[in-house]
């Protein structure tokens, strides 16, 4: 009896350990995983030196989880004219959208920007895709080509969420349409392309869902409609830095960790 119980001991001391080194090493691998997730989007300095070219500006923030996410945005120069913006979303949180994230910074990198079209630009990451994701793997994105020069923005959505425009010398910010079909839905999706002004003061907001639905001390959310309101007493209260002032205030009264990734962008004219 006493050797079957030091026997069991020290099988159950073995285990505890080998379950210690897994989540360890585990823990190492997750930790990798978020870090070259951030090495695939832009740097501030990669934003600024593309950006400044136009006469713009961006900001972005990104807050992992404690799990692995499928948060993804990128810009790029198209000629001296014009650049693109995307974001996208992969949903669920787990190694499959984090992985998706790399087939997609792939995908883009290979691909040459012929059309002055956001939504020809949706319909060939779709495309690429659609043969690539695990039935059940779904993205959100958005696109948009800027052309400041003519005060100019043209976007496309699939499905992403209602981007928010807005001008800080007017002091006036609106949710926009945020229609369209999931990437990786349908084979034969097709995108619709919006086009509005934007001239100088004016800036696009793009952010993932930690934002509204992350609760706050007290339990409720901002909700769409409350980021809306925050956006709009930003460029109200702090013209000069808007976006600073709605992390500022997010943070001030949401509950920590978060259950989400947290991506916010801000490309101003």
């Not at 900001?59 to 000629?79: K, M, T, V």
């Not at 002091?171 to 086009?195: C, F, H, P």
């Not at 509204?212 to 007493?233: H, I, M, N, R, Y």
């Not at 997010?250 to 004219?269: G, R």
Request: glycine share 4%; hydrophobic share 40%; net charge negative.
């Amino acid at each position: 009896m006493l050797l079957r119980r030091c026997r069991d001991m020290l099988e159950r001391h073995f285990l505890l350990q080998e379950l210690t080194r897994y989540r360890l090493r585990l823990d190492h691998e997750l930790s990798a995983a978020r870090d070259n997730q951030r090495q695939i989007v832009p740097s501030d300095e990669d934003a600024k030196e593309i950006t400044n070219w136009y006469g713009c500006e961006i900001a972005a923030h990104y807050q992992p989880s404690s799990e692995l996410g499928g948060d993804f945005w990128g810009i790029r120069n198209i000629d001296e004219n014009r650049l693109i913006f995307f974001t996208a979303d992969f949903l669920g949180h787990s190694l499959a959208p984090s992985l998706n994230t790399f087939r997609l910074d792939a995908i883009i990198k290979e691909m040459e920007v012929t059309s002055l079209s956001p939504a020809d630009f949706l319909a060939n990451i779709k495309a690429s895709l659609y043969t690539l994701l695990e039935p059940g793997q779904f993205a959100t994105m958005l696109c948009a080509i800027i052309e400041p020069k003519n005060d100019r923005l043209v976007y496309a959505d699939a499905a992403a969420l209602e981007p928010i425009f807005g001008n800080v010398t007017t002091q006036n910010a609106s949710l926009m349409d945020g229609s369209g079909i999931l990437l990786g839905v349908r084979e034969n999706s097709t995108y619709e392309d919006k086009e509005i002004e934007f001239p100088k003061g004016s800036f696009m907001f793009l952010f993932s869902d930690a934002l509204f639905e992350s609760p706050s001390q007290d339990g409720k959310a901002l909700e769409t409609e409350g980021v809306l309101e925050l956006t709009q007493s930003a460029i109200v209260k702090s013209p000069a830095t808007p976006f600073d002032f709605v992390l500022s205030e997010f943070y001030k009264e949401v509950s920590q960790p978060l259950n989400d990734d947290l991506t916010a962008i801000w490309l101003s004219h």
